[in-house]
DNA sequence: GTAGCCAGTTTCGTTGAAGTAACCGGCACC
DNA sequence: GGTGCCGGTTACTTCAACGAAACTGGCTAC
């Protein structure tokens, strides 16, 4: 047999949440639209296919909380505002990435699984 | 400014998912500990610290859905009933390696983020 | 003066993942 | 014959994410 599992290999995990906050609806897909560069509140409801403005707020105002997203206002007329990553928020592009590549590849596979059962 | 964003930019995906299911709380997790070979299920639950038997049965009975995983009961005594990932859920592994290390590198500052605010 | 854009807020309801707790049959061990 | 392990199942509850729809206030353009 292989060794035995740890039972502390999440010990540095908090227990209540996921390894990582990135499985939710809309985080990664939020990621991956500021990837280019910093955009609009009605900018990103678009690609977000059925999004609604409340759950884009609080995607956004989480993701400002654990500091990957910077909201920046303009006191101009009409008003703007603009997200963007921050440098700690672009840390995760890489990683994502992979994520990314994996899905484009085998999305399909999945969808055909679960399709036959 | 930068190019505008793609409005199909998700196209692919199926909107009533996140883009990939690996997000809810146990999924990944469940990859990692299968990462050295066939465990057994009491074997699963004691390092995925507090989750129950029961979700740990829906949870592996998702991922086998999707293929990602593979049930082996044996006919002995004590019965005996192991899970592995299969070569399709072993491609997880390598994207998923991206995260974890991500994970293990930022979780503090994560965490510190959060306990700040 | 009415219509619309911008960046949201508010209220209410739905859904599904997750948690709690108890229970199961078969066997081994003492 | 009582206890405990093994791999679960069942019933019930809780909670956060998600969603639909309407609304806001300040401005501009027609």
């Avoid at 908090?14 to 809309?26: E, L, N, S, V």
Wanted: net charge positive; hydrophobic share 40%.
């Amino acid at each position: 047999m292989t060794r035995p599992l740890d039972p502390d290999l999440f010990a540095a995990c908090d227990d209540a949440r996921p390894m990582i906050r990135i499985g939710d609806k809309w985080t990664t897909k939020l990621v991956v639209c500021l990837r280019d560069g910093p955009r609009r509140f009605n900018e990103l409801l678009r690609p977000l296919r059925g999004i609604t403005p409340k759950v884009l707020t609080e995607s956004l105002r989480a993701m400002e909380r654990d500091g990957l997203v910077v909201r920046t206002a303009y006191a101009e007329n009409p008003p703007r505002v603009e997200y963007a990553l921050t440098p700690f928020g672009r840390t995760l592009l890489e990683p994502l990435a992979a994520i990314c590549t994996w899905t484009a590849q085998h999305q399909s596979t999945l969808n055909e699984v679960r399709a036959a059962s």
